[in-house]
T-cell receptor, first 116, second 110 residues
Framework: NAGVTQTPKFQVLKTGQSMTLQCAQDMNHNSMYWYRQDPGMGLRLIYYSASEGTTDKGEVPNGYNVSRLNKREFSLRLESAAPSQTSVYFC???????????????FGQGTRLTVV | RKEVEQDPGPFNVPEGATVAFNCTYSNSASQSFFWYRQDCRKEPKLLMSVYSSGNEDGRFTAQLNRASQYISLLIRDSKLSDSATYLCVVSYNQGGKLIFGQGTELSVKP
């Protein structure tokens, strides 16, 4: 079982460049998430999607956009990358969403992004 | 105030010790609580869910105190392999919002 798949695993961008991080899950989960992790900061929620067609801001949404393309896929876009966006990005999915409280979240392996 | 707060540690303990982590949360309406483990900045993995009645899985015990809005994780008879970062996770709404604490680093020494 693939679970949650993120691409790419590593990326180096120049300041001002744009890119999209891709995430797909094969567990038929309703909810999907994007987090970033910086040293000493834990995981901070960027955006989440409780169901296909809906997205909501998390704790640190500035500088990012997301698209819930279908139930399987949830992408994160950096329109104009900045050095402050250097981080490890994790995508996750869980059951729940709508009227159901979320259950265990499953994570992708992460994308290590450096902006120079 | 952060929505979910943990003592970042690090906790340095000898093998065989008992260690306890606490986590506080600010939303009294939260209904789902979890402890995750993360090794060397790899993806977090579920250690255990936390139920209202408390729950135990081998050497690990999780407790929930709704009145004081905190959850705890107790690790008994620590092993070298328990060295990791432990993350507290709280759901914020039925729409699926999951918020992580900043993590507590545990180092178990021989």
């Amino acid at each position: 079982n693939a679970g949650v798949t993120q691409t790419p695993k590593f990326q180096v961008l120049k300041t001002g460049q744009s890119m999209t991080l891709q995430c797909a899950q094969d567990m038929n989960h309703n909810s999907m998430y994007w987090y970033r992790q910086d040293p000493g900061m834990g995981l901070r929620l960027i955006y989440y999607s409780a169901s296909e067609g809906t997205t909501d801001k998390g704790e640190v949404p500035n500088g990012y956009n997301v698209s819930r393309l279908n139930k399987r896929e949830f992408s994160l876009r950096l329109e104009s990358a900045a050095p402050s966006q250097t981080s490890v990005y994790f995508c996750a999915s869980s059951e729940g969403g709508g009227r159901v409280w979320p259950t265990e979240a499953f994570f992708g392996q992460g994308t290590r992004l450096t902006v120079v | 105030r952060k929505e979910v707060e943990q003592d970042p540690g690090p906790f340095n303990v000898p093998e065989g010790a008992t260690v306890a982590f606490n986590c506080t949360y600010s939303n009294s309406a939260s209904q789902s609580f979890f402890w995750y483990r993360q090794d060397c900045r790899k993806e977090p993995k579920l250690l255990m869910s936390v139920y209202s009645s408390g729950n135990e899985d081998g050497r690990f015990t999780a407790q929930l105190n709704r009145a004081s809005q905190y959850i705890s994780l107790l690790i008994r008879d620590s092993k070298l392999s328990d060295s990791a970062t432990y993350l507290c996770v709280v759901s914020y709404n039925q729409g699926g919002k999951l918020i992580f604490g900043q993590g507590t680093e545990l180092s178990v020494k021989p």
